[in-house]
């Protein structure tokens, strides 16, 4: 007869076997998602707290499967990072981001700055630096237009390899965000060495912001490393008018949220842009 002790074991392994078998459908059907057209791009708007302008979008990937339906990010892209088929999910982003932000310029409107998730996987390919500046020069987008998000993880990888990218990208023109920031190893020992522009201050932080004494102090604090190193600093997951208040008073420089606006398809960010 079973023991109890044994009937826990096969439960677990019932929702192990389970979630392996989605995992499996899931990247079967990955594979062909770029080619059947399954992949889009949504836009989220950054937003200046001072003037209230539009100053840049992040491009987030979506994928609406034939098979499954929508799945969400922090599903597939895992995925896509074990598979290895982030790297061709990842150029297709980076060429449809750029084009989109070009295609905006030529419209007439005021130039943003198109951020653009790379995943660790992407930055360790030796020649991420070629294909990126690639790109740049197929869609005609200039440099400064363009900003790459990594996160402390991914940088931490390979230090100093990691370094000497962020310096090529930045003798490209290209700008670079510190994503996620707070979550991972956090030293402030490094963070001088890393050539940054932006640092991202990650929404489990502001979710709590008006009721938690200690990520109000944490936000505080990056806040005023940020202008101490000359960093642009933004504040993630931005939902309430409360955080609004909070992070103007500490002059947080940029906000991106829900309270402006979730991400969303191209045609309706486009109603968000100032004609030039
Ligand atoms: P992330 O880079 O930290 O992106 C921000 C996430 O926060 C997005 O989730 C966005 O939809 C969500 N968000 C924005 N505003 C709010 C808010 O006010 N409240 C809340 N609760 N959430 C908000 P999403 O689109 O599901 O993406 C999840 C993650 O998937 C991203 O986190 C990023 O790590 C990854 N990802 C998305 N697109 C790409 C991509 O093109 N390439 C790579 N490598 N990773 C991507
Ligand atoms: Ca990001
Ligand atoms: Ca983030
Ligand atoms: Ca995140």
């Given at each position: 007869?079973?023991?109890?002790g044994?009937?826990?074991v096969e439960y ?5 076997i ?7 459908l ?6 062909n ?22 100053v840049?979008v992040?491009?987030l ?5 034939n ?12 995925i896509?990072?074990?598979t ?7 150029e297709?982003?980076l ?15 005021e130039?943003?700055?198109m ?17 990126i ?7 005609n987008l200039?440099p400064k ?10 940088a931490?990888i390979?230090l100093?390899?990691?370094?000497e ?10 700008s670079i ?10 030293s402030?020992n ?10 991202k201050?990650?929404q489990?932080?502001?979710r ?11 936000v505080k604090?990056i ?9 642009t ?9 409360d955080?609004i208040?909070f992070?103007?008073s ?9 309270y ?6 191209s ?6 842009l100032?004609?030039a």
């Amino acid at each position: 007869a079973k023991t109890k002790g044994a009937n826990v074991v096969e439960y677990y392994s019932d929702e192990m076997i389970k979630k392996n078998k989605r995992k499996m459908l899931l990247e079967s059907a990955l594979r062909n998602a770029l080619h059947n057209n399954e992949l889009h791009l949504h836009y989220q708007p950054k937003v200046n707290l001072q003037t209230r302008k539009l100053v840049g979008v992040e491009a987030l990937l979506r994928w609406n499967s034939n098979k499954y339906g929508m799945i969400s990010p922090g599903e597939f892209i895992p995925i896509a990072e074990e598979t290895g088929l982030i790297i061709p999910i990842g150029e297709w982003v980076l060429k449809t981001a750029c084009t989109q932000n070009k295609q905006w310029q030529d419209e007439g409107y005021e130039p943003i700055t198109m951020c653009i998730n790379l995943s660790a996987r992407q930055f360790q390919q030796y020649n991420i630096l070629d294909k990126i500046a690639n790109i740049l020069q197929e869609t005609n987008l200039e440099p400064k237009y363009l900003n790459i998000e990594v996160t402390e993880t991914m940088a931490m990888i390979d230090l100093e390899q990691s370094i000497e990218k962020l310096n090529a990208l930045k003798r490209l023109g290209v700008s670079i965000s510190l994503d996620d920031f707070g979550t991972g190893y956090s030293s402030l020992n490094y963070l001088h060495k890393f050539p940054l522009d932006v640092l991202k201050i990650d929404q489990s932080f502001i979710r709590n912001i008006n009721s938690d004494k200690q990520s109000a102090a944490i936000v505080k604090a990056i806040i005023s490393v940020s202008k101490s190193l000359d960093l642009t600093v933004i504040a993630e997951g931005v939902e309430i008018i409360d955080q609004i208040d909070f992070l103007l008073s500490e002059q947080c420089d940029e906000v991106q949220g829900y309270y402006f606006s979730p991400p969303v398809p191209s045609k309706k960010l486009e109603e968000m842009l100032t004609p030039a």
